[in-house]
């Protein structure tokens, strides 16, 4: 038993082996998404919020027997939701992909 190792040393030889596997780093890096992902990525957070919502909204009025309250309660805080997931998804896009800082700009309609 006195030939084995210490788990402490097994974990640092697993972590260098994959640092080992994994390279430079480089590729760790997400890639740029397509407007079309993004979009489906919106249109994906925004619906489900809502489906969330108004089904616990329903299960809502089935127990407490309020209908249809529970389910325009819960409609309405899964918009809610809804509309906050997409703003978040966006802020976290545009802080991945910053714009470029010597872009021309683009007249307005009254230059």
Same mark, same amino acid.
């Not at 299960?59 to 509309?83: C, E, K, Q």
């Not at 545009?94 to 714009?99: E, H, I, S, V």
């Given at each position: 038993?006195?030939?084995?190792?210490? /788990?402490?040393?097994?974990?640092?030889?697993?972590?260098?082996?994959?640092?080992?596997?994994?390279?430079?780093? !480089?590729?760790?890096?997400?890639?740029?998404?397509?407007?079309?992902? $993004?979009?489906?990525?919106?249109?994906?957070?925004?619906?489900?919020? =809502? =489906?969330?919502? !108004?089904? $616990?909204?329903?299960? !809502?009025?089935?127990?407490?027997?309020?209908? /249809?309250w529970g389910l325009?309660?819960?409609?309405?805080?899964?918009? !809610?939701?809804? =509309?906050?997931?997409?703003?978040?998804?966006?802020?976290?896009? &545009? &802080?991945?992909?910053?714009?470029? /800082? &010597?872009? /021309?700009?683009?007249?307005?309609?009254?230059?």
């Amino acid at each position: 038993m006195a030939d084995k190792k210490p /788990p402490e040393d097994a974990l640092s030889d697993l972590r260098r082996r994959v640092d080992a596997a994994r390279g430079d780093g !480089a590729s760790r890096n997400a890639l740029a998404q397509s407007p079309a992902s $993004l979009a489906f990525r919106f249109g994906g957070e925004f619906g489900a919020a =809502i =489906i969330v919502g !108004a089904l $616990l909204g329903y299960g !809502a009025d089935y127990f407490l027997h309020s209908s /249809p309250w529970g389910l325009v309660i819960g409609f309405g805080l899964g918009f !809610a939701a809804g =509309i906050v997931n997409v703003v978040r998804v966006a802020q976290s896009f &545009n &802080n991945a992909n910053p714009p470029n /800082p &010597n872009a /021309p700009s683009i007249p307005d309609d009254d230059d």
